[in-house]
């Protein structure tokens, strides 16, 4: 962390409360390897597979050492472009109900060892356009593959080339507020791990300071939590009133019904605003990738016309070279 940073953190101390942190990227980044590191524990699983590994939002809490709580959301590769809206809206349902008292910070797992795409920036555009910008005050980028960077006697900044950064990345990490730390999953050293596990809470603590101790919310936060509390008074003001077993069963049947299709509801309008905002953004990326397009074609155009010039002057030169010179005639002196 830099001076300003810790001044930030100095200026608006963080409660000890429990963090809850939400792990997205492209699956196969390492986001379960990462929860993983993060609790100390093999909690959620992680493998080599040719395909996603998990497939549903799950959430895994830990006391750190410091008697530090904190809550693991972890989800499947949900902005993969071949995961379908219904799905991903599900999920984001299913973290929002998780994550019951706030995102204090999302970490986009990002990899090492594979090249940053295209389809991660547009996912993390995806998120942007779905939640609003505000959802980069809350973000941090974690690399994964340390160890394989420690291997090359490789640092996170080497890797990322300083100004040779590819610009879609640099662009990405510069909207994280430049907060990124690198991880190594594989490690069997427990000082190392923990002490990547500091670095990172470190990070956080920075983002919480720096949102007011505010964790993360939006309108659709706020909905699928009303409909969450809802459902728990209702349950709560049943309980009290002196039912026998079976109408509490049927009451809280008929409620959870209630309950689901209100989610249903809110899950589809994630579904449709998501389809609309996707449409647009991927409009967007269309729309400069053909400007570049053109503009490299006007470039090409512009070199091949000088070269033609030049080849055209260097032929004249040529033959201007290769004409019979006139004889010089000679004065005959009389
Ligand atoms: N060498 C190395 N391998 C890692 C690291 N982190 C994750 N991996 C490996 O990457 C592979 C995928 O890791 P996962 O944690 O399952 O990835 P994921 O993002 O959860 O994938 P999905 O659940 O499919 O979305 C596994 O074989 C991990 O062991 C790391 O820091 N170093
Ligand atoms: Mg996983």
Redesign the pocket.
Known sequence: MDGSSIDVVREHPVSNAARTVV?V????????????SILGERA??????S?????TTELKTAILRDGQQINVV????LFDSSVKSDVISKEIVQCIKLAKDGIHAILV?L?T?TRFSQEEQSAILGLQALFGSKIFDYMIAVF?????LEENDETLEDYLGGRDCPEPLKEILGLCGNRCVL????TKDESKRVEQVQRLLSLVNLVIAQNGGRPYTDEIFAEVKKEVMKLRDQQEDVASKGYSKQEISHLNEQMQRAHDLQLKRITEMIESNMREKTMMLEQKLADEHAARLRAEETAQKAQKSSQDEIRKLRGDLEAERQRPKPRTSRCAIM
């Open positions: 792990l990227g492209r699956t196969g980044n390492g986001k379960s390897a990462t929860g993983n959620f699983i992680s493998k080599r597979s395909r996603g590994v998990t497939t972890d989800t499947p590769g797992i990899s060892r994964s593959g340390g160890d394989e991880f190594d999953n594989k």
